[in-house]
């Protein structure tokens, strides 16, 4: 039994900063061995729920919807991301978002969003093409100020085929919940999101190739 969880354990189980990402369907590949996968996982948070509890853990890290949470005593949380659940301490609330208003056509600053730092930094130049971390806007007709701020309800993006609700486009791109409120939102002055960095971008103000843009990048801080 020993020889055989460690070998699933490492399929099931792995990393990713402070929290703990369980595999669903290895948890359903291996119903008998999935109470001591969990308890395995839990090790570090120092949680050690007993029988109904890990039954119920179990049964919910099989079958919940994503963006379900489940809550086990001492504070850890259990978060379904589609086809993985997230295990993480829960924590105190982050400090309060402080956006970036991108105001004069260059300029650099920090964004705070859902608990992390950006830096961003912003000018004219010849747009070569898009990057996870950067956006070309043409100029002209663009509502500005820009405003770079965490995601609001009721947010919405043009793409292709129309204007869509943000709400549905995480869904529809699968971003865990998890990063959801730590990811930037650029959004013009009537409030119409221009980037969803990581996501989309709008397909308006499209630069041509070589064509001068508002550059935008983004980074770590």
């Known amino acids: 039994m020993k020889q055989a969880l460690g070998g699933v354990a490492s399929e099931a189980i792995r990393t990713d900063g402070d929290a703990v990402i369980l595999s669903r369907a290895r948890f359903r590949q291996n119903p008998v061995l999935a109470p001591l996968l969990l308890r395995q996982a839990l090790r570090c948070f120092g949680s050690t729920p007993g029988q109904v509890g ?3 853990a179990v049964q919910f890290i099989m079958d919940s919807p994503s963006g ?3 809550l086990l005593a001492g504070g850890v949380s259990l978060l379904a991301e589609f086809d993985e659940v997230r295990v993480r301490q829960t924590a105190a609330a982050p400090a309060p978002d402080q956006p970036l208003c991108l105001d004069g056509p260059a300029g650099t600053g920090l ?8 830096r961003v930094a912003w000018g004219v130049d010849s747009w070569l093409g898009d990057a996870p971390d950067g956006v070309g806007l043409c100029t ?5 100020p820009l405003l770079f701020r965490g995601p609001k309800p009721g947010d919405r993006i043009r793409l292709f085929g129309g204007s869509r609700a943000l709400k549905k486009l995480w869904s529809d791109r699968r971003v865990p919940r998890s990063r959801r409120a730590s990811t930037p939102v650029l959004v013009d002055a009537a409030g119409m999101a221009l980037w969803v960095v990581g996501v989309a971008r709008t397909v308006e103000f499209q630069p041509r190739h070589g064509e001068d843009a508002l550059l935008i990048q983004l980074s770590d801080a």
């Open 54 to 56: 890990t039954r119920m």
């Open 68 to 70: 379900r949470e489940f």
């Open 111 to 118: 964004a705070h969003i859902g608990g992390r730092e950006y």
């Open 140 to 144: 002209d007709q663009l509502r500005t």
